[in-house]
């Protein structure tokens, strides 16, 4: 008998955004379980550099295009993972239309390529859907805090549309949908201007200046490494479970805490100043309770806060030194 009879066809992931931080890494990690995957993004804040690795490799294959607007993929495809958005305040008050137009237009267009295909889908969703919560910590159940049309509603809003018409085509078309909700990730590959608190912290303590700690730096974070999204999101893609499901660490820290643990890593003489807080609606309280992603992927994150960070802080000190 020839070996392809005994080897089972590869799967095929459509994964949009698959240039950006994670999208880059999920890419990545299912040529390693033997995927093919086309990578789709149209580089508004994806980088090239991210996946130039994996120019050339048989089973990568990358398609530069706009998913705002109707697209199609040839042959079979048995997942597409929809990672495509702005995702940093920098970058959605930068690019706001485009950011609503991918979570509405972009997540109906990929759910109608899933639906023509008959493929799973899985869209990444965030933890901004909860907005400034009143709850903690934040359940699944919880439907949130938000203001629809304060400066950060064009993310918050978007990703609250894309959950909704995913449910709607799981319910009408039967389609094997799953939505994570993603809590901070953090990791090489982060871009260092994005203004999320890891890269500036980093950079800040790295290049000898002060960290900017907004407002008090009482607001709490809860930060889980990319590694341990990826693995998540994996697990999710295996199991028949349909409603939302938070991925994030549950070890929160505030914001002033998390300044003096870069600072120790670095081992860096910057100090600590206060500034104001940067955007309208800003939320005080974020840690997901993961009891849900415990429960039906058994799944939760394993890398130490320090560990990741000593990781993320040598990826950054290559950027830094290479002219960042």
Not at 81 to 90: K, N
Request: net charge positive; hydrophobic share 40%.
């Amino acid at each position: 008998m020839k070996n392809k009879k005994n080897r089972k066809a590869k799967k095929i992931a459509v994964v949009t955004g698959g240039a950006g931080f994670i999208g880059s890494h999920l890419c990545d990690f299912l040529i390693r379980k033997n995927f093919k995957v086309i990578c789709v993004d149209n580089f508004i804040t994806g980088d090239e550099r991210n996946i130039a690795h994996l120019m050339g490799h048989p089973d990568f294959q990358l398609k530069k295009l706009n998913i705002t607007k109707h697209f199609e993929i040839e042959g079979r495809v048995d997942f597409v993972l929809h990672f495509a958005s702005p995702a940093s305040p920098v970058d959605y008050l930068k690019y706001p239309i485009q950011t609503l137009k991918v979570g509405a237009l972009g997540t109906h267009n990929c759910l109608g390529l899933a639906k023509a295909k008959k493929a799973k889908f899985l869209l990444a969703s965030t933890s901004e859907i909860y907005g400034d919560p009143q709850e903690h910590p934040q359940k699944e159940a919880y439907w949130g805090h938000v203001n629809p049309i304060g400066s950060r509603a064009v993310y918050d809003e978007a990703k609250r549309f894309a959950e909704a018409i995913t449910m709607a085509y799981h319910r009408n078309h039967a389609i094997d949908t799953k939505i994570i909700r993603i809590f901070n990730t953090y990791g090489p590959r982060m871009r260092h201007n994005d203004g999320r608190v890891v890269p500036n912290f980093i950079i800040q303590a790295l290049k000898g200046e002060p960290l900017s700690v907004y407002g008090e730096g009482l607001q709490t974070r809860s930060f889980c490494f990319v590694s341990d999204l990826i693995a998540g999101i994996y697990k999710l893609m295996n199991v028949r479970y349909n409603e939302p499901v938070n991925l994030g660490n549950p070890v929160e820290v505030t914001v002033k805490e998390f300044a003096k643990i870069i600072i120790a890593l670095t081992k860096s003489a910057s100090k600590i100043v206060h500034v104001g807080l940067p955007t309208q609606d800003d939320p005080k309280k974020r840690k997901p309770d993961i009891s849900r992603a415990k429960r039906y992927l058994k799944w939760k994150p394993c890398v130490r806060l320090e560990d990741g960070l000593q990781e993320t802080i040598r990826w950054f000190s290559a950027k830094v030194a290479s002219g960042v």
